[in-house]
Protein backbone atom coordinates (compact mmCIF):
# COMPACT_ATOMS: atom_id res chain seq x y z
CA UNK A 1 0.00 0.00 0.00
CA UNK A 2 0.87 3.86 -0.56
CA UNK A 3 0.52 6.29 1.65
CA UNK A 4 -0.25 8.88 -0.33
CA UNK A 5 -3.54 10.16 -0.53
CA UNK A 6 -5.39 10.25 -3.77
CA UNK A 7 -6.58 12.63 -6.15
CA UNK A 8 -10.31 12.35 -4.91
CA UNK A 9 -9.02 13.65 -1.41
CA UNK A 10 -6.72 15.95 -2.36
CA UNK A 11 -9.32 18.08 -4.61
CA UNK A 12 -11.77 17.80 -1.26
CA UNK A 13 -9.07 19.24 0.96
CA UNK A 14 -8.34 22.15 -2.28
CA UNK A 15 -12.32 22.72 -2.35
CA UNK A 16 -12.56 23.12 1.59
CA UNK A 17 -9.51 25.67 1.51
CA UNK A 18 -11.04 27.33 -1.19
CA UNK A 19 -14.50 27.78 0.52
CA UNK A 20 -12.50 29.24 3.72
CA UNK A 21 -11.12 31.49 1.69
CA UNK A 22 -14.04 32.51 -0.08
CA UNK A 23 -15.83 32.66 2.97
CA UNK A 24 -13.54 35.56 4.40
CA UNK A 25 -13.06 37.49 0.83
CA UNK A 26 -17.13 37.42 1.69
CA UNK A 27 -16.43 38.71 4.95
CA UNK A 28 -14.01 41.07 4.41
CA UNK A 29 -16.13 42.78 1.47
CA UNK A 30 -19.20 42.57 3.82
CA UNK A 31 -16.76 44.62 6.48
CA UNK A 32 -16.01 47.21 3.59
CA UNK A 33 -19.81 47.80 2.78
CA UNK A 34 -20.70 48.54 6.21
CA UNK A 35 -17.81 51.02 6.50
CA UNK A 36 -18.59 52.83 3.23
CA UNK A 37 -22.44 53.15 4.22
CA UNK A 38 -21.11 54.16 7.63
CA UNK A 39 -19.22 56.74 6.09
CA UNK A 40 -21.91 58.01 3.95
CA UNK A 41 -24.39 58.31 6.50
CA UNK A 42 -21.46 60.53 8.31
CA UNK A 43 -21.20 62.77 5.18
CA UNK A 44 -24.89 63.06 5.10
CA UNK A 45 -24.95 63.61 9.21
CA UNK A 46 -22.57 66.22 8.82
CA UNK A 47 -23.86 69.80 9.47
CA UNK A 48 -22.79 71.71 6.57
CA UNK A 49 -19.74 74.55 7.35
CA UNK A 50 -20.22 77.70 8.61
CA UNK A 51 -20.20 80.75 6.53
CA UNK A 52 -18.07 82.89 9.08
CA UNK A 53 -16.31 81.63 11.49
CA UNK A 54 -14.18 83.71 14.57
CA UNK A 55 -11.22 82.02 16.41
CA UNK A 56 -10.69 82.76 19.91
CA UNK A 57 -7.50 82.99 22.14
CA UNK A 58 -5.78 80.32 24.32
CA UNK A 59 -7.27 82.57 27.64
CA UNK A 60 -9.68 81.78 30.29
CA UNK A 61 -12.03 84.45 28.67
CA UNK A 62 -11.45 83.30 25.06
CA UNK A 63 -11.08 86.65 23.96
CA UNK A 64 -12.03 86.26 20.18
CA UNK A 65 -8.78 86.56 18.05
CA UNK A 66 -9.94 86.95 14.30
CA UNK A 67 -12.90 86.55 12.12
CA UNK A 68 -12.73 84.84 8.82
CA UNK A 69 -14.64 83.42 6.30
CA UNK A 70 -16.05 79.75 6.41
CA UNK A 71 -13.36 78.15 4.20
CA UNK A 72 -10.78 80.13 5.17
CA UNK A 73 -7.77 78.09 5.78
CA UNK A 74 -5.95 80.03 8.24
CA UNK A 75 -8.51 79.40 10.57
CA UNK A 76 -7.43 77.73 14.04
CA UNK A 77 -9.04 74.93 16.10
CA UNK A 78 -10.28 77.01 18.55
CA UNK A 79 -12.68 78.70 15.72
CA UNK A 80 -16.59 78.99 16.52
CA UNK A 81 -19.45 79.53 13.57
CA UNK A 82 -21.22 82.10 13.75
CA UNK A 83 -23.98 84.28 11.71
CA UNK A 84 -22.80 87.09 9.41
CA UNK A 85 -24.23 89.76 11.92
CA UNK A 86 -22.07 88.38 14.58
CA UNK A 87 -19.22 88.32 12.13
CA UNK A 88 -19.83 91.80 11.47
CA UNK A 89 -20.69 93.23 14.75
CA UNK A 90 -17.13 91.57 15.91
CA UNK A 91 -15.14 93.23 13.22
CA UNK A 92 -17.03 96.66 14.06
CA UNK A 93 -15.99 96.24 17.73
CA UNK A 94 -12.15 95.98 16.59
CA UNK A 95 -11.52 92.00 16.37
CA UNK A 96 -8.94 91.18 13.19
CA UNK A 97 -10.40 90.26 9.93
CA UNK A 98 -8.58 88.11 8.40
CA UNK A 99 -5.62 89.46 5.56
CA UNK A 100 -6.26 86.27 3.84
CA UNK A 101 -9.67 85.61 3.21
CA UNK A 102 -10.76 88.96 3.71
CA UNK A 103 -13.92 88.55 5.88
CA UNK A 104 -14.36 92.29 6.18
CA UNK A 105 -14.30 92.80 2.59
CA UNK A 106 -17.10 89.95 1.89
CA UNK A 107 -19.03 91.51 4.78
CA UNK A 108 -19.18 95.02 3.17
CA UNK A 109 -17.17 96.40 6.38
CA UNK A 110 -14.78 98.70 5.72
CA UNK A 111 -12.34 100.95 7.60
Known amino acids: MHDQPDRLSLLR???RVQLRHL??????????ERRRAE??????????????VIDYGLNREGLPLAVHTGDCHMTGKRARGVAADAARRAIVEGVKACGHCRPDTALGVLD
Open 13 to 15: FLE
Open 23 to 32: EETRRWIADE
Open 39 to 52: QQRGEQARPPAPDW
